[in-house]
């Protein structure tokens, strides 16, 4: 079992950032993928980086450039560093873990907003 607590969402203006963080526990060294989705009103789920232990990175299109996964595995944390941010970023942002047995963990999610 994983048990993943997102937190750092919230309101900002365009062109802000803000930086989500996902703290893992359990056996969280079993994880052999990591990364953010997010869902906006009315939307589908959608990937906004993924992560997997052999390094590789996959960043959706919409946030290349703007967005940035990275991981602190001797906390057990992942970040998003999240800059350059616009109104179709709006979204509850998720964390999201896959176990090397394929077993997919979900953070309750954190809402980001970003309006002026």
């Known amino acids: 079992q994983v048990q993943l607590v997102e937190s750092g969402g919230g309101l900002v203006q365009p062109g802000g950032s803000l930086r989500l963080s996902c703290a893992a526990s359990g056996s969280s060294f079993s994880i052999k993928a990591m990364g953010w989705y997010r869902q906006a009103p009315g939307k589908q789920r959608e990937l906004v980086a993924m992560?997997?232990?052999?390094?590789?990175?996959n960043y959706a299109d919409s946030v290349k450039g703007r967005f940035t996964l990275s991981s602190d595995n001797a906390k057990n944390a992942m970040y998003l560093q999240m800059n350059s941010l616009k109104p179709e970023d709006t979204a509850v942002y998720y964390c999201?873990?896959?176990?090397?047995?394929?077993?997919?963990?979900w953070g309750q999610g954190t809402q980001v907003t970003v309006s002026s």
């Open positions: 992560s997997t232990i052999t390094g590789s990175t």
């Open positions: 999201r873990t896959v176990s090397k047995y394929g077993v997919v963990y």
